[in-house]
């Protein structure tokens, strides 16, 4: 319950010299030092304002999530967007994976309502077009199954690949068994696609998913055309 303590800590967090930076944590006790007061962080807040209009990044980032965590000022996502993007335009990572985060955080609340289902997939889709791996496979797994979503094989198979390159198991294992199913619902061309992501779902999967990995390994066992390349696995 002591307040320079607590500022001290939202500090540390922040910067992440001492500690792993953490945001989250760094917010949490800039609120609790804020309850303690009754005050808020307004006048860090107009330095940072000034600072990022003249293009200094870490005031753009500060702002953006002061915006987005309620921080001397009213919670306001798409002004955080709006300068998450503005410091990621000028090359910061920090700022493109708080922007990643953010766009998560929007689409999960939105995604449980078929009213608001199709603002939680623009999300998803910024999240995933700035290469968010969870976001690519949720996307391709909506378009591959249909349901809510229309069904569209060729974004299904879009996003499940990009996320497959990443090394995703999951993508690749689902790429790779389309191929044995319905040819209207094939993700990959090839039944040397079809191989290529189950050679490296099963060498991936060993130590993350063993059902996947097993999975894999029989289908290359079963069709005996590959018999010869899962020897060297």
């Known amino acids: ?14 910067e992440g010299k001492i500690v792993e930076k953490s ?3 760094s917010a949490k006790w800039y609120k609790e030092a804020m309850k303690i007061k009754g005050e ?7 330095w940072d304002k000034v600072a990022a209009e003249e293009g200094n990044i ?3 980032i500060r702002l953006a999530f002061s915006y987005e965590n309620g921080m001397g000022v009213k919670v306001n996502y798409d002004k955080a ?6 410091a990621y335009e000028k090359g910061s990572e920090e700022a493109k994976n708080q ?31 700035l290469g968010d791996l969870y976001a690519q496979r949720y996307l391709g797994l909506k378009y591959l199954n249909g349901n809510i979503l229309f069904k569209s094989i060729e974004r299904a198979s879009k996003w499940l690949t990009l996320a ?40 991936n999967a ?17 069709h005996k055309k590959v018999y010869n390349t899962i020897i060297n696995i």
Request: hydrophobic content about 40%.
């Open 23 to 25: 945001f989250e944590e």
């Open 1 to 14: 319950g002591h307040y320079e303590s607590q500022i001290k800590l939202g500090e540390i967090y922040y």
């Open 81 to 86: 967007i709006e300068w998450y993007v503005k």
């Open 164 to 203: 497959a390159e990443q090394g995703d198991v999951e993508s690749q294992y689902i790429l790779a068994i389309s191929y044995f199913g319905d040819k209207k619902n094939r993700l990959v061309s090839s039944l040397d696609d079809s191989i290529k992501w189950l050679i490296k779902a099963s060498k």
């Open 40 to 46: 808020t962080l307004s006048w860090t807040l107009e």
């Open 58 to 60: 870490d005031s753009q």
């Open 99 to 129: 922007l990643i985060k953010l766009y998560i955080k929007i689409a999960e609340t939105n995604e449980k309502s078929l009213i608001t289902f199709n603002k939680a997939i623009k999300y998803y889709t910024l999240a995933a077009n």
């Open 206 to 222: 060993i130590a993350i998913s063993p059902h996947i990995f097993f999975a894999s390994y029989w289908y290359l066992i079963y």
